[in-house]
């Protein structure tokens, strides 16, 4: 199988997914176009990628897709944790990682949606969803909250299928290691790129996708020209002074140094393709070797995680840190992108000590 995309304006504005006789797999393709007025363009790369590894399942197994029940779901999940375990062969590099948790729910989202899609169009009677879904009481541990009677006898849903995420720390970057990565910096492109990571909290295909134009001097501002998200694209960000000061040194050196005849910001500075936009591949090439010079383990995403974290320790409120991030729901905001430094944690537990003491003498007199 293989996806394709879809131009307009020499714009991707979609994929289709192509089965094993070169033909699109027809209801992959109008779910997909369902989806395109609400979703991102990367993220209906996304699930047409996904989707493609359950076709690819479904099509070496010899089920059809309608076919579908909870239990060719559950092989379906098994497949993706390890193909090999499964009678059906499936070829995957012996080093490539084995899929994280996180994924592979990742993954089971759209081919759930897609099947909600069939239902709703009646093109099945098999609600998946409902056999995917339990009812469970809502337990209330410890205290119980006002009006608690009112939610007794309430039920969550919880699903069957989804695995259990491990949940790691982000790490985010402290000064000293912040200054060491920008004094690593081999030329103006690349101080430019990652101190504008850090100063606005800009996604790495965000940067990248930039045109001059995008930046406001005046004011501090720029325009987020593509997003993977809808609330994400089209947004402002601001930067400070410095990190302005620093792209109008980077246009006079690199782009009229060179005599750069492009609008994106951010250019390849050598080899074949000089002039020509900077790629994510080349991008995350620079990031490796500012890690591996500095043995700071970090990635462009780090820089943005460290944008939120620093934000929220200065009080900023998360409705306006969810803005600036681009985010959809302030959950994900709160969840993924708000961690408390070590310095906040130590410098909030000292002052809980004070005041604890405080009342203390003051209850003693």
Same mark, same amino acid.
């Given at each position: 199988?293989d996806?394709?995309?879809?131009?307009?304006?020499? #714009?991707?504005?979609?994929?289709?997914?192509?089965?094993?006789?070169?033909?699109?797999?027809?209801?992959?393709?109008?779910?997909?176009?369902?989806?395109?007025?609400?979703?991102?363009?990367?993220?209906?790369?996304?699930?047409?990628?996904?989707?493609?590894?359950?076709?690819? =399942?479904?099509?070496?197994?010899?089920?059809?897709?309608?076919?579908?029940?909870?239990?060719? +779901?559950?092989?379906?999940?098994?497949?993706?944790?390890?193909?090999?375990?499964?009678?059906?062969?499936? &070829?995957?590099?012996? $080093?490539?990682?084995?899929?994280?948790?996180?994924?592979?729910?990742?993954?089971?989202?759209?081919?759930?949606?897609?099947?909600?899609?069939?239902?709703?169009?009646?093109?099945?009677?098999?609600?998946?969803?409902?056999?995917?879904?339990?009812?469970?009481?809502?337990?209330?541990?410890?205290f119980?909250?006002?009006?608690?009677h009112?939610?007794?006898?309430?039920?969550?849903?919880?699903?069957?299928?989804?695995?259990?995420?491990?949940?790691?720390?982000?790490?985010?970057?402290?000064?000293?290691?912040?200054?060491?990565?920008?004094?690593?910096? $081999?030329?103006?492109?690349d101080?430019?790129?990652?101190?504008?990571?850090?100063?606005?909290?800009?996604?790495?295909?965000?940067?990248?996708?930039?045109?001059?134009?995008?930046?406001?001097?005046?004011?501090?501002?720029? $325009?987020?020209?593509?997003?993977?998200?809808?609330?994400?694209?089209?947004?402002?960000?601001?930067?400070?002074? %410095?990190?302005?000061?620093?792209?109008?040194?980077?246009?006079?050196e690199?782009?009229?140094?060179?005599?750069?005849?492009?609008?994106?910001?951010?250019v390849?500075?050598?080899?074949?393709?000089?002039?020509?936009?900077?790629?994510?591949?080349?991008?995350?090439?620079?990031?490796?070797?500012?890690?591996?010079?500095?043995?700071?383990?970090?990635?462009?995403?780090?820089?943005?995680?460290? =944008?939120?974290?620093?934000?929220?320790?200065?009080?900023?409120?998360?409705?306006?840190?969810?803005?600036? +991030?681009?985010?959809?729901q302030?959950?994900?905001?709160i969840?993924?992108?708000? &961690?408390?430094?070590? #310095?906040?944690?130590?410098?909030?537990? %000292?002052?809980?000590?004070?005041?604890?003491?405080?009342?203390?003498?003051?209850? =003693?007199?």
């Amino acid at each position: 199988m293989d996806i394709y995309e879809i131009r307009e304006n020499e #714009e991707i504005v979609n994929y289709i997914l192509i089965d094993s006789n070169g033909k699109p797999v027809i209801p992959v393709v109008k779910y997909l176009k369902f989806l395109k007025n609400n979703k991102a363009v990367n993220t209906l790369k996304t699930y047409c990628y996904h989707l493609k590894l359950y076709f690819e =399942f479904l099509e070496q197994k010899k089920v059809d897709y309608l076919e579908v029940d909870i239990n060719l +779901l559950a092989d379906f999940i098994g497949w993706l944790q390890n193909p090999r375990s499964t009678n059906i062969l499936f &070829h995957q590099k012996s $080093k490539k990682k084995k899929r994280t948790a996180k994924t592979i729910n990742l993954i089971m989202t759209p081919v759930l949606g897609f099947y909600d899609y069939l239902y709703r169009l009646e093109k099945t009677e098999n609600r998946i969803s409902d056999k995917v879904e339990k009812e469970i009481p809502v337990k209330n541990k410890g205290f119980k909250p006002f009006l608690y009677h009112l939610t007794q006898g309430d039920n969550e849903k919880k699903n069957l299928l989804k695995l259990k995420e491990h949940k790691k720390r982000i790490k985010i970057l402290k000064n000293n290691d912040l200054n060491k990565i920008i004094d690593s910096c $081999k030329n103006l492109r690349d101080l430019f790129l990652i101190n504008l990571l850090y100063d606005t909290g800009l996604r790495i295909d965000e940067a990248l996708s930039l045109w001059i134009e995008d930046f406001n001097i005046s004011d501090k501002s720029i $325009k987020v020209r593509k997003s993977k998200t809808r609330a994400g694209e089209g947004r402002t960000v601001y930067a400070s002074s %410095e990190t302005m000061n620093l792209f109008q040194d980077y246009l006079f050196e690199i782009h009229d140094g060179n005599g750069f005849d492009t609008n994106f910001v951010f250019v390849t500075l050598q080899g074949k393709n000089r002039g020509e936009p900077l790629t994510y591949g080349s991008a995350k090439a620079m990031v490796d070797r500012l890690v591996e010079e500095t043995g700071i383990k970090f990635t462009p995403h780090t820089l943005r995680h460290t =944008f939120a974290t620093e934000l929220h320790d200065e009080g900023v409120d998360i409705a306006i840190i969810q803005k600036l +991030l681009g985010h959809e729901q302030v959950q994900t905001t709160i969840s993924l992108y708000i &961690h408390p430094s070590d #310095e906040t944690i130590r410098r909030e537990y %000292e002052k809980a000590q004070e005041n604890k003491k405080r009342k203390e003498d003051d209850k =003693f007199g």
